[in-house]
């Protein structure tokens, strides 16, 4: 069995590697052949390692996708849904390591998809509310929100950004 094995951390000061040690040694475990990738400082809509793995496996070249946990496939639960979907009707297996999920038609397994699916969507729509929060209570001080401008050379121009 080909397997692709999926590691996914949101920041780059994040590291995958305790999610890559427990992948690969399950898919040793099991005697399956694998390759692993990693995405690092990935966003909802920015994850070209992830969208090659999905493009490879509806091409046959994978047979089973395994990650961590579900939401470090998909964060919404409309593209977890979806996305499962199709792997199942292109017949790819699906599996997460800690959560125990494996796509087939058991319907349990399909409820804990859902249920972990708008969990995950639940927990990224808490935090940016969060996010969205304490930058409203930073403007509030008087704190400038962003990222710094880059400073014209001749340091006159408006393009710098004033200090707090």
Known sequence: MKVAIYCRVST???NPENQKLELERFALAMGWEYTTF???ESTRNTR???NMIYQDALRKKWDLILVWK???WGRSLQELVTELDILKRHNVQFRTLRDNIILD???TNQLMINM???FAQFERDVGRDRTKSGQARARAQGKII??????CKCGKCQ???PSN
């Open 116 to 118: 972990l699916a708008s």
């Open 48 to 50: 070209p390692v992830k």
């Open 38 to 40: 990693e995405e690092t």
């Open 12 to 14: 780059e000061d994040q």
């Open 146 to 151: 962003g990222r710094h401008r880059k400073t």
């Open 70 to 72: 579900l939401d470090r």
């Open 105 to 107: 038609d058991n319907p």
């Open 159 to 161: 393009y710098s950004r």
